[in-house]
């Protein structure tokens, strides 16, 4: 039965988006199977491994509302042993319609339930706010992937995500775990980057992936193509660090088993 894993950070621009596709991509390639479940309302997940947004036939939206069941919004997407469900702005109609409906932050966890024993890996993009949509992530959620930019600002947002981290584990989901951090934006030339790193090993631990992502323009492009980084090029060095923390999941899980 797979794992799912939100990929989740409060804060914005730390790669949160190019981790879940690319991560989701790379693992397909490996041969899993994988269900990439995008819950932001800006839709980016879903144009990013090639569908258009635009013209969607179902929609987590219309999971949430109930005019489909997560069968019928479960698609395929260009990489084989990849399938998505699929957002747009709508999404953001979902929050008011929901606020009032009883046990509405387990909507999500009792859908992908239904599907868990499918894949391999299900991960969740989540929007950079602690809204009802992130939450109906985190409750759905077995782990917590945190993408973190090596810069200041980062250290900053810690306490905060370990706040929210901490309140969604004791209310909602005590199963829930830190999957891992993943230092993004990782310039080796850069001093300060090397600080944050060792900072945050210090407080996690073997939580910290082995694997950086470095900055990489190939990265920056990929998405406006409509593909995960390993389909736009794959000799760069943006898909081979996904392609490599994709490795590194599966040792882990390796050795958990």
């Known amino acids: 039965m797979g794992k799912v894993t939100a990929v989740a950070n409060q804060k914005g621009g730390v790669g949160k988006t190019t981790t879940a596709v690319n991560v989701s991509a790379s693992l397909a390639a490996e041969g899993k199977d994988v269900l990439l479940i995008d819950t932001d309302p800006q839709g980016n997940t879903t144009s990013g491994v090639g569908i258009d947004k635009d013209q969607l036939n179902g929609s987590l939206y219309d999971l949430y509302t109930e005019s489909k069941t997560i069968e019928e919004i479960i698609q395929t997407t260009p990489i084989d042993r990849l399938n998505i469900?699929?957002?747009?702005i709508e999404?953001?109609?979902?929050?008011l319609e929901l606020s009032g409906r009883e046990g509405r932050e387990t909507i999500l966890k009792n859908a992908v339930v239904q599907v868990k024993h499918r894949y391999d890996f299900i991960f969740i993009d989540c929007p950079p706010s602690l809204s009802l949509l992130?939450?109906?992530?985190?409750?759905a959620a077995d782990t917590l992937l945190v993408p973190m930019q090596c810069e200041y600002y980062a250290l900053e947002g810690i306490s905060m995500l370990l706040?929210?981290?901490?309140l969604i584990k004791d209310s909602f989901n005590p199963g829930l775990e830190i999957e891992g951090i993943l230092l993004t934006m990782f310039d080796g030339r850069n001093t300060l980057a090397h600080q944050v790193s060792d900072e945050l090993k210090r407080h996690f631990g073997d939580k910290v992936y082995k694997t950086l992502i470095p900055r990489n323009i190939t990265l920056a492009e990929a998405p406006s193509h409509g593909k995960p980084v390993l389909q736009y090029d794959?000799?760069?060095k943006g898909a081979q660090s996904y392609i490599e923390l994709a490795k590194e999941i599966i040792?882990?899980?390796t050795r958990t088993w």
Do not use: K, M, P
């Not at 999404?91 to 929050?95: D, F, H, N, Q, T």
């Not at 992130?134 to 409750?139: G, S």
């Open 134 to 139: 992130t939450l109906n992530a985190l409750v």
């Open 91 to 95: 999404l953001i109609g979902a929050e």
């Open 251 to 253: 040792r882990n899980e």
């Open 163 to 166: 706040r929210t981290f901490n």
């Open 234 to 236: 794959i000799q760069s």
């Open 85 to 88: 469900i699929s957002s747009n």
